[in-house]
Each structure stands twice: as structure tokens, then as C-alpha cells.
């Protein structure tokens, strides 16, 4: 018992350990474009979110912007940048439909980045727009169920100069949930690591139209 005490008290005399990486150390970004229709029926609309309704037309919306490691990711990072103002983050929600997902969004991933939340948003905007989103989606009229192969399919045609290694699609309680897009530090289309490209091989996932 004296034997655990002690122990129990040096480590209380230990500093704490800092939460999260060091900024600005990372390989690579990870792209994510959630179609928001689907995040809606399984989440959104228990959640009541802003984001599902129908005025905003939703449709592939930008997740967010995350730095990778070849293997695994930072969170949470250790930075020295202020966070976001509510301005900032309510400029996002045409893009990323909340506010909410954009602080959220910063506070994992953007402090890790090693920019100011000003420029995190902005690369992200730029991100998002090199992206040709299918239209094809936008013309579903009831829902449907297809392989998710097909959404991969779909993101290749629109953007020829992608390779099938370089984007994954995937599932989530039976619905497409995302397509992510590997980038490197500059914004051009990478290969993603062994840990990203795990494609969702169902073959009658659920995909609802736009509100």
C-alpha cells in the first residue's frame, strides 16, 4: 500500500503532459466532401440542424481540411494562433453548412495546420473549389441504392486528372457518407496513405437526393 502512495504522489508532482502534436507537422491533407442529404437523414435531422434545411439546397459539402501523416493523423494540436471568430466561422457554413462544423473543424484539424484560422479557412475555400462535384447527384429526384464504386466513378469523370489511389469513398450506417480527397501541401493531388484509401465496398449503399 505505502509502495502505490508513492507512487501515486510522484506522479502527481509531474508536470502535465500538453495535449496534442506540434503544429505544422504533417505529410499530407485529407480533403473529406460529405453529401449532405445522406448526413441528414441519418444525423442531421434527429439533431435538427440548420444544415438540412431545404432553403440551403446542400449537397457535396466540405467536411473539412485535415492534415495526415503517412500513417495516422495529428488532432488538437498545440498552437499559438487565436481561434476563430464567430464571423469567421458563420463565413464558413455556405460551404461547411454550419458554423459549429467550422470551429469544430478547426479546433481538431486547423490547429494542427500551423496557419492562423484566417488562412486555414481560407486554403480550405481553395481546396473545396479545385474540386469538380459531380452534377450528376444533383439530378437524383427520389433515393436510390448504388455500389459505392459508382460515386468513385463519378469523381474520376468529373476530374480526369485524378488517379483511383489518389480519392476513397466512404459508408456509414448503410448511406454514402464521403468522398476524400488526398492533397499534398500545396493543394495537388496526391496518392493517399494505406490507412486513407479503404474504398466502401457496398454495393447498395443508400444515396437520398437534395432537399
Known sequence: MRTILTLLAMLWALPAAA???????????VLSLSWSP???????DAQ??????ARHDHGWIMHGLWPQYRRG???????VERPPSRGMTAAMADVMGTSGLAWHQWKKHGTC???????????????YGLVNRPDVFRR???????????????????????DRDMLTITCKD???QEARLCLSRDLTPVPCGQDVIKDCRAKNAVFAPIR
Open 19 to 29: 495535449d496534442g502534436e506540434k503544429a505544422g507537422e504533417f505529410d499530407y491533407y
Open 174 to 176: 448503410g448511406y454514402i
Open 48 to 53: 435538427g440542424s440548420d444544415q438540412c434545411d
Open 73 to 79: 493523423y495529428p488532432s488538437f494540436c498545440r498552437t
Open 140 to 162: 437524383l429526384d427520389q433515393t436510390v441504392k448504388l455500389p459505392a464504386s459508382v460515386v468513385e466513378d463519378a469523381f474520376i469523370k468529373a476530374n480526369p486528372e485524378w
Open 113 to 127: 495546420t500551423g496557419l492562423t484560422a484566417a488562412q486555414y479557412y481560407q486554403l480550405s475555400r481553395e481546396a
Open 38 to 44: 445522406n448526413w441528414c437523414a441519418a444525423t442531421g
